[in-house]
């Protein structure tokens, strides 16, 4: 049977919970308060659904990959096709939720952070759809690198500000958008990127993101009568992966599958493989596992994917890697390429370079089964982010 996840205090076992300055803890359980509501109210559902179906582009395609599976034999893989939804990954289904949220609780100002750029550029188109004010905080090392990403933000209206601090990276960035936060709670709301977070984003994230698991389950029953063999899907700070799995976490013959970065390898100090390598800690507001020294330093995090490239791990992941409902695996950078090169070729889909991890897995995950298997694959997200990046590797 599924217990309900997380439990009242925002635990999935000894994960999650509230990890806030003092000054947080009234606002996160007002919105706790607000957030159990709004999300049972018909109005509020059917706004959603309106908006991800009109203007996100919902539902996505489950697509039989024809020549992906002849290739790989034993394989036959579905394409969960988030690509395809405005600003091209799954990243809208939780950003359009969230301000949603905001608007019922009469917030009129919106901020983010932002490492890569992706959750910013999500936020602001939503924020310009409804004619919110947005800011979004990012580490100004990360405003060099990803500066596509910024005009993009920029020309929707959002007031993008570079964060000189510590590492100038995500994790000072998500501390001033914390500072901003307490600061200008009466008219703010704080929209947070993936399954990670103080409770009860690591939640409210993952019932956004559930619309991918939900569809994909409907659209896999309704083609082939029973349910797929393993779910697969990268994992950054989770939430692709989540929103796929979950709807299945009661399916005891689903396997689910996580993949990680292996940045240049498991053995060096540059990977992303927070799950497989890290330990039990506290970082962004909740405890799971993380990629820290042995004084508690926060390790840089290495991906050849801008989204892969974070320390830390929603808590719900940690629970079901500890619980055995899902398994976590690597693929490192070089792999990835591969994987983007191999559904290229054979698909004709360019995929973004963190889901290129997740595809990267299906040769090895068809030398693992005995006998053909089918296997629906999260394509968080399109490659043409990348191509810049992918010109100089190839
Ligand atoms: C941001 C991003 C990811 C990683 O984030 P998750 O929260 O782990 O899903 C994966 N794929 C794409 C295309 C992204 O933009």
């Known amino acids: 049977m599924t217990k309900r996840l997380p439990n009242t205090r925002g635990y999935y076992g000894p994960f999650g919970g509230r990890f806030a300055p003092e000054t947080l803890m ?29 203007y996100a582009g919902r539902p996505t395609r489950l697509y039989l990959a024809k020549g992906l599976s002849a290739h790989l034999k034993k394989l036959k893989v579905y394409l969960k096709r988030e690509d395809l939804l405005h600003t091209g990954a799954h990243k809208i289904n939780n950003t359009l939720g969230q301000i949603l949220v905001a608007r019922r609780m009469g917030k009129t100002r919106i901020i983010a952070e ?31 690198r990803q500066s596509l990403n ?45 399954v990670a977070g103080f409770h009860p984003y690591p939640a409210m994230v993952r019932d956004f993101q559930s619309v991918i698991g939900r569809e994909a ?21 989770g939430s692709n992966a989540m929103g796929l799995f979950h709807p299945f976490y009661a399916d005891a013959s689903v396997k689910m599958i996580g993949v990680e970065a292996a940045g240049h390898g ?36 290495h991906s050849i994917a801008a989204g892969l490239d974070y320390p830390g791990v929603g808590p719900e992941h940690a629970y079901y890697q500890a619980s055995g409902r899902a398994q976590y695996v690597t ?6 390429i591969e994987g983007l090169k191999l559904l290229s070729r054979l698909e004709g889909i360019i995929p973004a370079m963190e889901t290129a991890h997740a595809i990267a897995y299906l040769p090895r ?18 490659g043409d982010k990348d191509m810049n990046q992918i010109s100089q590797l190839i």
């Open 150 to 194: 910024v005009l993009r933000m920029k020309l929707m209206g959002a007031t993008v500000i570079p964060v000189e601090s510590g590492s100038k990276t995500l994790k000072d960035a998500m501390n001033e958008a914390v500072r901003d936060w307490v600061t200008n709670v009466a008219d703010t709301f704080y929209i947070i990127g993936s």
């Open 365 to 382: 995950l068809a030398r693992r089964v005995k006998k053909t298997a089918t296997v629906i694959v999260c394509l968080s997200g399109r």
């Open 331 to 336: 693929v490192t950078d070089v792999d990835a």
């Open 266 to 301: 498991v053995h060096t100090q540059q990977h992303a493989a927070t799950l497989n390598l890290g330990t039990t800690g506290v970082l962004h507001g909740s405890k799971s596992k993380l990629l820290q020294n042995s004084d508690g330093q926060v390790q840089v995090a």
């Open 26 to 54: 009234a606002v996160l359980s007002q919105l706790e308060k607000q957030y159990a509501a709004i999300k049972k109210d018909k109005a509020f559902r059917k706004e959603l659904e309106f908006y991800l179906k009109e």
């Open 217 to 237: 389950r409907r659209q896999f029953l309704a083609l082939n009568k029973r349910l797929p063999d393993y779910l697969l899907a990268c994992v950054g700070g």
């Open 114 to 144: 932002t490492g890569a750029g992706q959750h910013g550029v999500a936020t602001a188109t939503c924020a310009a759809l409804f004619g919110l004010k947005c800011v979004v905080y990012m580490g100004s090392e990360d405003v060099q």
